[in-house]
Nanobody, 122 residues
Framework: QLQASGGGTVQPGGSLRLSCAVSGATFSSYWMGWFRQAPGKEREFVARISWSGGSIYYADSAKGRFTISRDNAKNTVYLQMNSLKPEDTAAYYC?????????????????WGQGTQVTVSS
């Protein structure tokens, strides 16, 4: 249902763009979000976007560096990550849910994508 891609290894200060392609669902009806989980740590919220793209919210760690966007015609949500830091290293997961509460908390998520690994290292 959700296919995430775009992860990789970059140096500190570098950029990556993650993509999450959605199939088998009415994409435009869902809030979309990105979460990440580093080894030994709990999964954490990164960013979310409403079905129209008119409502966007970022975790403090992402503000000013990450940009979430969506293309409903392509059933795809993106996460542009700039000025990457070693602490951004994690597996990144996309998620889809009809509830803004659930997509913000990461609980009772309707659909999860598989993770895509982002490693920031010199």
């Amino acid at each position: 249902q959700l296919q995430a891609s775009g992860g990789g290894t970059v140096q500190p200060g570098g950029s990556l763009r993650l993509s999450c392609a959605v199939s088998g669902a009415t994409f435009s009806s869902y809030w979309m979000g990105w979460f990440r989980q580093a080894p030994g740590k709990e999964r954490e919220f990164v960013a979310r976007i409403s079905w129209s793209g008119g409502s966007i919210y970022y975790a403090d760690s992402a503000k000013g560096r990450f940009t979430i966007s969506r293309d409903n015609a392509k059933n795809t949500v993106y996460l542009q990550m700039n000025s990457l830091k070693p602490e951004d290293t994690a597996a990144y997961y996309c998620a889809a849910d009809r509830s803004v509460v659930d997509i913000s908390s990461g609980t009772r998520i309707d659909y999860w994508g598989q993770g895509t690994q982002v490693t920031v290292s010199s």
